[in-house]
């Protein structure tokens, strides 16, 4: 059934019985003035299939709407869509100046809408130290050469979304257009990915965010041009992060952790001990299944969380070398075993009794085969670890009376 014009057009035809058929005797009727005929239609469970037609603008939020006021707020755990990535959380902790070589951010839609749809959100990635860096594009034009993302040009395109009980401002907030689609009966994807070209995602995931939050809306056909829709209309956000760990370092990336070590009971004249450190020796095992060779540097810290002592001194490393790693993949294949030796001076013996905690730096930087001065590319996985285990040996003199 066609219901051209938004009309159902039908026809009733009505016949009147045909006596001549009936038995001798009944084929007589009797027809009086005040008899009538009427008729009427009822469609009853009739379902739309699709519509065609001019269609109203659409504006649909992409979250729940937790308070009813149709606002969505980027940071109401009720409302904005909130993606973490276990795997960056020790990493932004402990890790700063890395840079991903080919950082991208995946978005996928799934819809059967066959109307032009505009997505306006706002993505804001946290690290574990709480910086914040929002996904901004690059481009102002929403076409093929921006993979269809760009600025959003007005305020009031975006007055649904917030932060902080607060309207965001356009520069915090991204526009994206789905492509139209031919056939509304199928279901379509419509992967929409932020690189570098479009937008500044080599800074938002260079962040090492640990939680990705997001609050969107949708305008169906803004321009309201004709179209066929269908019922059940689909339109499935899913956000998908697509984040290869690949990065060279062109200076040194630099990890940091600290560890209680209380020596407090070693012997020094210091303390007016009789008995004396003379000796001290470092020993620093390591196994590295990290394609990234490590510049190590042991800081010793009082009770107070202050530096007194370092190692090594000037003119000494303590270098772990890099897993062996695959030519064809980057990701390590063959963890490397060493042990490091550190002699200890007279004066860092005398200062050990202070020790009540160790700071560990560490400077990462990817080998540089290719001889350009850079570090090669190289990839991570979460299976990737390094293993370090300190131990001493120490000569003690004791003062005999």
């Known amino acids: 059934m066609y219901a051209l014009g938004n009309e159902v057009n039908y026809t009733i035809d ?12 009944d084929r007589i009727r009797v027809i009086h003035e005040a008899d009538s005929i009427s008729s009427s239609v009822e469609i009853i469970d009739m379902e739309i299939q699709q519509a065609t037609g001019i269609v109203k603008r659409q504006n649909v939020l992409l979250n729940d709407d937790a308070d009813g006021d149709e606002i969505l707020d980027l940071y109401n755990p009720d409302e904005a869509e909130l993606t973490e990535i276990d795997g960056l959380s020790d990493l932004s902790k402990q890790l700063d100046n890395i840079d991903f070589t080919n950082p991208r951010l995946t978005i996928n839609y799934f819809s059967n809408i066959g109307l032009p749809t505009a997505i306006y959100g ?6 574990s130290n709480g910086e914040e860096v929002y996904l901004r594009p690059s481009s102002s034009v929403c076409d093929a050469s921006s993979n269809f993302i760009c600025t959003v040009s007005s305020a009031s395109e975006i007055d649904s979304l917030w932060a902080n ?14 492509e139209e689609i031919d056939d509304p009966a199928g279901r379509f994807g419509f992967p929409i990915e932020f690189n570098r070209n479009n937008s500044n995602v080599d800074d938002f995931l260079n962040n090492l965010p640990n939680e990705i939050r997001f609050i969107g809306k949708s305008v169906i056909n803004e321009d309201e041009q004709e179209a066929t829709i269908l019922d059940t209309l689909i339109f499935e956000p899913k956000i998908s992060i697509d984040i290869p760990l690949a990065f060279a370092t062109e200076e040194a990336a630099t990890y940091t952790d600290t560890v209680n070590q209380d020596l407090g009971g070693m012997p020094s004249p210091d303390q007016g001990d009789s008995n004396t450190i003379t000796e001290g020796i470092l020993y620093i095992d390591y196994e590295n ?7 190590l540097d042991i800081s010793f810290m009082d009770s107070t969380h202050t530096i007194f002592e370092s190692i090594p001194v000037a003119g000494e490393n303590i270098n772990l070398l890099a897993s062996g790693i695959d030519a064809n993949s980057r990701f390590a ?5 060493g042990t490091m030796q550190i002699a200890l001076n007279e004066n860092q013996l005398r200062q050990l009794y202070k020790t009540r905690f160790l700071k ?16 090669d590319e190289v990839r991570l996985r979460t299976t990737d670890f390094i293993k370090l285990s300190v131990r001493a040996e120490l000569t003690i003199e004791s003062e005999v009376n």
């Open 360 to 375: 560990i730096s560490a400077q990462i930087l990817t080998t540089d085969n290719s001889g350009d001065g850079g570090g």
């Open 122 to 127: 706002a993505f804001v990635g946290r690290n």
């Open 14 to 25: 009505a016949f009147t019985e045909n006596t001549k058929t009936a038995p001798v005797g």
């Open 289 to 295: 299944g990290l394609p990234l060779g490590i510049d």
């Open 333 to 337: 294949n063959n963890p490397t075993i």
């Open 165 to 178: 009980g607060s309207p965001l401002n356009v520069s915090q907030v991204v526009k994206f257009v789905l």
